[in-house]
């Protein structure tokens, strides 16, 4: 357990909280999916082979098709999602300060009736979400899909980039003993501190925040949180984050509008800046000319063939969610990465229908919460300095020295609110016997 002095540290409220040559493309009648029920008949559908198809275009499937296409094999990427391009002044993340239908998954608007057990119309969904009620949201390939099941309700990101692109960004490397005490034994932690932890933090560019930023007037509840934990007796330093803090330093100096500098990135960095999956490992794959990787390309289905072949099957949508065209890849290798959510949702329904025989029967489930916590610190009568905080993350308190209690505490800033509610958060996470134990069974909705 963690003792009662660090608890008290964290004390306030808490809040809610993943060799191929294109074939030749061709029109076919049959059976669009393995039990599809849906009328096909204004839909074109058509075929293509590949020799890899990846499923999902974050850390698992951006590092994947840059692994195949430095070994010389194409692949074909699938992204349910868009494109988000980020730079200076952009405007292509909704802003956790006015939430727009850029925010939302559009399947999450049809799914979450059946989820809570009555169809919601619209209107209604902000409110589930814990969201203003005067929002009014529109369908669209946004960015987060709120999925909800017992005991817990998950956050999957959508979008070339996956999780990298709201992700905080904390890139800390854990100690020998903490690797250990967590990961499989057939894992060599000195192989990963060798080779495999240098080159993430080169791709990713890790570095940390500047004192010149640390030092400006929207990061004072930075370091106020650097000097309580420094007064309560335990060690403070800074995290390390993919970011070019340059951005950031431009934004003091007013050459683009904020977006580091008042804390508003936790659904993404408008002004660019942060070394996510897709300016990073997805790039690179896709200089090679060996990677095609096609967004707004839902994967329903996948089933195994009797020749042992793979088959994939797709919504082509709009960004509206419109249903535009079904495809059918079939492929020798299948790479499923569309987070630990849906890879395991499409892998429960293929099950369901038989369509890959051999699945284990414990399948989906074994689920549980990150045992991280999220709470409110609140300083009622002086605050943190005003109603702007300098974020994402600069500064942690690690308690690693026992590998059975390890915790890190960080400070994340509110987003801007329009007015000083002296208050910011502070996140928790480390070792927990209770981490990922839960009985929930995670729900294929089929």
């Known amino acids: 357990m963690v003792d009662k002095k660090r608890r008290l540290l964290l004390k306030g409220a808490a809040g809610a909280t993943a060799v191929g040559m294109l074939g030749n493309v061709k029109t076919v009648t049959a059976a669009v999916t393995p039990a599809d029920s849906s009328t096909t008949a204004d839909v074109p559908v058509s075929e293509e082979t590949h020799r890899v198809v990846i499923i999902g275009s974050g850390f698992g499937g951006g590092i994947a098709a ?255 969610g419109t249903l535009l065209e079904k495809k059918i890849f079939t492929s020798t290798a299948l790479i499923m990465a569309a987070g630990s959510v849906n890879t395991t949702k499409l892998l429960l329904r293929a099950k369901g229908q038989g369509t890959i025989p051999g699945l284990p029967a414990a399948l989906g489930t074994g689920w549980g919460t990150n045992a991280d916590r999220i709470v409110t610190w609140s300083r009622p009568f002086s605050g943190f300095g005003g109603a702007i905080q300098g974020g994402p993350v600069i500064y942690g308190s690690k308690e690693w020295d026992n590998p059975d209690t390890a915790n890190t505490i960080i400070q994340a800033s509110l987003p801007p609110l329009g007015k000083d509610i002296k208050t910011t958060m502070m996140v928790g996470f480390g070792i927990s016997d209770k981490r990922g134990t839960g009985p929930t069974m995670l729900k294929p909705m089929m």
């Open 66 to 320: 840059l692994r195949f296409a430095e070994a010389g094999i194409s692949s074909l990427v699938l992204e349910r999602g868009i494109r988000w391009p980020t730079g200076p002044n952009a405007d292509t993340f909704p802003r956790a300060s006015s939430i727009d239908k850029r925010a939302i998954w559009y399947e999450a608007l049809d799914k979450i009736g059946t989820s809570l057990g009555a169809a919601p119309s619209i209107d209604q969904v902000p409110g589930l979400l814990n969201l203003p009620l005067g929002i009014k949201l529109k369908k669209f390939a946004g960015l987060l899909e709120p999925v909800f099941n017992k005991h817990m309700a998950i956050m999957c990101p959508s979008g070339v980039g996956g999780g990298s692109l709201v992700y905080q960004g904390m890139t800390l490397q854990p100690t020998k003993a903490l690797f250990e005490r967590v990961m499989p034994a057939g894992i060599d932690y000195d192989q990963m501190d060798r080779i495999y932890y240098p080159r993430v933090t080169a791709m990713l560019k890790v570095k940390t925040a500047p004192d010149a930023l640390i030092n400006s007037p929207t990061y004072q509840v930075a370091r106020i949180f650097a000097e309580r934990v420094t007064k309560a007796g335990y060690s403070v330093e800074k995290i390390p984050m993919p970011i070019d803090w340059s951005f950031a330093l431009r934004e003091l100096k007013g050459e683009m509008a904020p977006a580091y500098t008042n804390g508003d990135a936790a659904l993404g960095v408008n002004n660019g800046g942060k070394h996510s999956v897709d300016v990073t490992y997805i790039a690179q794959a896709e200089q090679t000319g060996l990677v095609d990787l096609r967004v707004l390309h839902n994967v329903t289905h996948i089933a195994r063939a009797g020749d042992g072949k793979w088959k994939v099957y797709v919504n082509v949508t709009d960004e509206s």
